[in-house]
């Protein structure tokens, strides 16, 4: 049989997900009410395992605050992955309607702003700022203003989005 697996390794292997996923909901004293198996499909000869972090956007959405944990590193994740821009496109439009905490909202600005600020705008971005819009840019523009690079066209054009949108 051939297998295309289309899942992380270390760090974002299923089974790193799934402990985690039962550790984080262990922290926020919910039960972890989820199966987070990765899809497969078989046919013929062939299984495709997609990846896991599907089924955590899914549950992201019916505000699992362990998953959003797990959505929240996942953006934070600087690293490649197969379909990554869809994956973290659709993780941060999760995030977006989802619950979060204080600091989970803290850590999102602070990864905008990280990559703002490094010139960082894969086109993911997009979604990052629109859950950032929702969710605040803090107290983060000063740093923006400081640190970005805001000749830039994108650049300028996100700070100018987050001062639209922020409150005060």
């Not at 972090?53 to 994740?77: N, P």
Request: hydrophobic content about 35%.
């Amino acid at each position: 049989m051939i297998v295309h697996d289309y899942n992380g390794t270390g760090f974002w292997s299923p089974e790193a997900v799934q402990r985690r996923y039962k550790l984080y909901a262990r922290r926020y004293g919910v039960p972890p009410l989820y199966d987070l198996s990765p899809r497969v499909h078989q046919e013929g000869g062939k299984r495709w395992v997609y990846p896991v972090i599907g089924r955590v956007i899914e549950c992201i959405e019916t505000g699992d605050l362990a998953c959003a944990e797990i959505g929240v590193e996942f953006i934070e994740e600087s690293a490649s992955f197969l379909f990554g821009m869809i994956l973290k496109s659709n993780t941060a439009r999760a995030l977006r309607r989802g619950r979060l905490t204080d600091e989970q909202k803290d850590r999102i600005r602070a990864r905008a702003v990280r990559m703002l600020c490094a010139g960082y705008l894969p086109r993911e971005y997009r979604h990052y700022a629109k859950l950032v819009r929702k969710i605040g840019i803090g107290d983060y523009l000063p740093r923006i203003e400081r640190e970005a690079n805001l000749n830039d066209a994108w650049v300028k054009h996100y700070y100018d989005y987050f001062k639209q949108h922020s409150v005060g």
